[in-house]
């Protein structure tokens, strides 16, 4: 007799038709075979063993560097549910177009069926999800992110209570790319990418766009945001939550090194990049992390921005898309002031400066986030953390200033549902256009927005004791054009 | 030079504002920190450079609330009320309209 599992994995098989499956059990020998594989396939290299072991660097097809939002969609029953935020189709019509794009896709390859758990093994704020790939990075990557193998399955046991979700390289061609979400049943199809977000279901597709769904149907939130701990003289720690939109610091902000820290003022991580929260027994919401490692990225990063992340990363850890140096270790542009000689670029030329820079602007570190030196105690308490401050923020050179605090819950879901960034202006003193992004929320949304303000408004009346909401900008300029907040001169704008 | 580390003191003023020992000025937009709320020891920002980070000028604040009127229009009618109801009292607070709250 069959588990729910067992038949959807040989339903997808049916239609992608794979010459084997093979169930990843998330142990050290099977990812060890999993990267050896990786490095027969040609676009993967190991790293150096000295200074980098246990490190490989993934070169992804060029037309294959980011994630796609006009190609991914909310496939809500109803085309309102959506919203005005979102990409739609019928979802009859994209399983359609998605069937055809399946049929057969799978082809010679083997089907990997990759269990894992969003969140601490043991925590009832946790949830379980199945991706079915036929792309090794993508296991290999999985690993890192989350809770994966045998420990999912454990906990899954003979259940149906786990989000399905399938993906295939496809032809990996931008014209046959497709992510879709069929949210009622809760349900992923993502075809002809390998990237990030697009091809690790477990990180946007579910921990936000199907979560989010999820939180307001079962009352609790799935949040775009970084989650840390700020360590008080008295050795008290008080966790705050916060979003930003891309490219605004999420991950150097949960990791910095505090100029406090001689006063007793340090700064612990829990997560860089999604919130699940849940109202706890003491009345505060408390926060879990749902990923087990951080996927940001590289260009920028060095010991001044991060030094956290930096050593964090030399091991165990998988570079897509950064440059290579003759040592084969990895490089990107803002990690040291020199550029080493006898590079290879992130498409594998000798690097040339009229080639453009040398790791691509979105390349990739994926690496466990229990290596970072400021990894919180608690990172993995499945109790979560419980929540004293939201805050929200983006890229303002004039209007707004460095901190303030809303009046009341109400008021700072106004605040965090108008929060928006400038794009950066070509002319030095010009100020871009404003981009709205609510909650950092926009391209993450599983539905209708305006119902999402609503769920915010609610569960405000259902947090005992709610955080308190600020909102921050370490980007104003002055009249000379220059940051004032002295943070902001010494990161490198991506 | 400044470390990259300052917005600790930023995360430090929020933290006594949840214990309630940190004060701060009320504006149209919320409470900002007093001139002196913010630690400055070892950091190179004067206190007219920390004036010019926590000032909040209406006349700026206005054209961002039309802005913002323009963007609720594409939620139509699932723009909760209270949202409409918050975005009416900020227009009021930035005209000088003092709002006696409910």
Redesign the interface.
Known sequence: MSTPLEQWVESTARITRPAQIQWCDGSEGEATRIEDQLIREGRTFPLNDKTYPNCILHRSDPSDVARTEKVTYICTRNR?DA???NNWIAPAEAKQTMGALFDGSMKGRTMYVVPYILGPAASPQSRVGVEVTDSAYVVASMRIMSRMGKVALDRLGSSSDFVPGLHSLGDLSPERRLIAHFQEEKLIWSIGSGYGGNALLGKKCFALRIASWMAREQGWMAEHMLILG?E?PSGKV?Y?AAAFPSACGKT??CM??????NEG?R?WTIGDDIAWMQVGSDGYLHAINPESGFFGVAPGTNE??NSNVMAAVRKNSIFTNVAMTAQREPWWEGMSENVPSGMLDWQGRAWSPSNGPAAQPNSRYTVPAVQAPSISPRWDDPAGVPI??F?FGGRRA??A???????NW??G???A??MASETTAAITGAVGV?R?DPMAMLPFCGY????Y??HW?EMGKKIPHPP?I???N?F?K?ADGKF????M???LAS | MARYGDNARVLKWMLERIEGKAAATETPIGAVPTANAITLDGINVSRETMNELLRVEPADWAKEHADVGDFFKKFGDRLPEEIREEHNRLGERLQGIPVVRK
Request: aromatic letters at 12%; glycine letters at 4%.
């Open positions: 309102e919203g005005p935020t700020l008080s008080t705050m150097n902000l910095m090194v505090s100029a406090l820290e003022y700064v001044k921005t004293s401050a805050i004039r209007l200033p460095l901190v303030y605090e809303a009046m109400q008021h879901v106004y605040v549902a108008t404003p709205r209708n927005m305006g119902d303000f609503r408004l308190k600020f909102h921050v370490w104003r002055g004032l907040w002295p943070d001169a010494t990161t």
